[in-house]
Structures are given as structure tokens and as C-alpha cells.
């Protein structure tokens, strides 16, 4: 008896294969396979979850390697070859937002993303549930503010290190559904905890780690987001892995992470050390 062909795979659970296996392979490999694979791999429930290569070539810059080891290089290269077009980073991501007919629910923004390419994804992604921005984005955390209100459905956000006291009361004002925060490596005060008390009180999962604290507006967060289930502000500024009061106000959070966090060091001297520079120095905690 003759094997089964790889095009009389039901169509159904073909495409709901095909949408987990990811951009490369669904641009690159999957549609050169067969005609029937072809097709499913061109149908948006396949685009539903759009994870861009953290680097694509910026607008202004006229050459892609631009950079000599940039991740996802070989995608890019691999890309551009089979494609016979020069992508920029507005122009790849409207390109792939296409695909996915207004069904994209998951994105994470490429490194380079431009306010076009944002607002784009603002306009044509009204199902979305979960956006990365990442560090590599700082414009994009400062601008992303006006379209909060594009995403109703909105539950899960990622962030760069800026800006989260203006993003907070957008988010409580306009997604009911919101339950996860990750804003890495930012500073937390008073201001940023009393957003997130009054706008996300709700939250449940939270990641701070890496933060610049002070420690009362830490007390406020504990005290105020009682349905948190998932804690992470180790590795930070502000406040000892072992203090007491802090371990004590998280005593009813199920995941709290705080290992390795420390109130800044005897040596660290505000008048000749740039908070910046040393917070967001990676290298710092090696």
C-alpha cells in the first residue's frame, strides 16, 4: 500500500501545524514543499502569532549588514535572497501583518521598529492580546502610549526601561482583560507604583527584575496588587533579597522572585555614577 502524500494532509490540521513552526520556516521553507502546502501556509490563521527576528535593517540604513554579527542574520540574508527585495523594517512588518488578515494576536516587535510600522500594527491587529516591544525599541516604548487604545484585547505587554507611568493609566483606562506586565530594568517610584495600584490592581503577573526601586513605592505594590500570582524583582535596586517586611507583604504571592537584589552599595556615589549606566549595564550583574 502506497504511503500517504504530504499535500492530502487535512487542511485544518495542517494549517494549525503550520502555525506553530514559526516565521522563517513558514516564509522560507513550508511554502516550497507542495502546492497544497503552499496554499495553508498563505491562509492568517498560520499568522496569527508574528515573532519578528530581533534585528531587521533599520529604514535609514541603506546596507544590511549594517552590523557584522547581528542576530537572525542568516533569516535576513535567507529572506532578502528568496524574496529578491531589500525588506526594511517598516516594510516587513506591514509585509507580514498582511498575512495575518486582522488575526494576529501575539507580536513581537522587530529591534528597529519604526512609529509607521507600529501604527500599522495598531490599525490592522484589533485582536491582539499580547505585544513585546523589548529593549531594543526605546522610541517605540516612548510613542506607544497613544495606541493602547487600538487594543482593547489586550492582556500581556512587554517593555523597554522607560516610560511605564504613562503607559499604566492607558492600559487600565482601555484593556479590561489585562493580567501580565513585563517591564524589566526600570525605575520604580512612588509615582510608577500608585499607577500601578489604581490602574492594574488587578494584575496578576509581574516582572520588575532588574529595577531601580525605591523601597516604599515596592511596600505599595505589595500592599495593592493582591491577585498577584507571579512576582519576578530579583536581581534589582532599592531594597535586600532578605528583608522582612518585603518577604512578608509577598507572602501571598504563590511565585515571588527576588534572589540577588540589593539596596544600592556603600561605594555607589549618585554625584559621579549615571543611574543608567550602571541599572541597565547587563554586565553588572555577571
Partial sequence: MEGRKWEDINKDILVNVLGRVGMESLLLDVPFVC??????????????????PTFIKPDDIDDIWWQPEIPDRGFI????????????????VKFIVNRSCGNATIIKLPG??????????????????????????????????????????????R???????????????HCNNFIWLSAPYTYIGK?????????????????????????????????????????D?????????????IIELASHIPAFKCEGSIIAPDWLDDDYIDHDDLVYDSSFFD
Fill in 191 to 231: 509615582d510608577e507604583a500608585s499607577a500601578l495600584v489604581s490602574s492594574l490592581s488587578e494584575l496578576k503577573y509581574l516582572d520588575l527584575h532588574g529595577g531601580d526601586f525605591e523601597k516604599e513605592a515596592l511596600v505599595m505594590i505589595l500592599q495593592g496588587c493582591k491577585q498577584l500570582v507571579r512576582l
Fill in 233 to 245: 524583582i530579583s536581581q534589582s535596586f532599592g531594597f535586600d533579597d532578605d528583608d522582612a517586611e
Fill in 112 to 157: 528597529g521598529c519604526t512609529e509607521e510600522a507600529l501604527e500599522y500594527v495598531a490599525n490592522e491587529c484589533p485582536r491582539l492580546k499580547g505585544l513585546a516591544v523589548g529593549s531594543y525599541n526605546e522610541f517605540i516604548n516612548s510613542i506607544i502610549v497613544k495606541f493602547i487604545s487600538k487594543w482593547k484585547n489586550l492582556e500581556m505587554l
Fill in 77 to 92: 540574508e535567507r529572506l532578502e535572497m528568496t524574496y529578491q527585495e531589500n525588506l526594511s523594517a517598516t516594510a516587513f
Fill in 159 to 173: 517593555l523597554g526601561k522607560y516610560h511605564l507611568k504613562e503607559i499604566i493609566p492607558e492600559i487600565g483606562l
Fill in 35 to 52: 502546492k497544497s502546502w503552499y496554499k495553508a501556509s498563505r491562509e492568517p490563521q498560520c499568522w496569527e502569532h508574528l515573532i519578528f
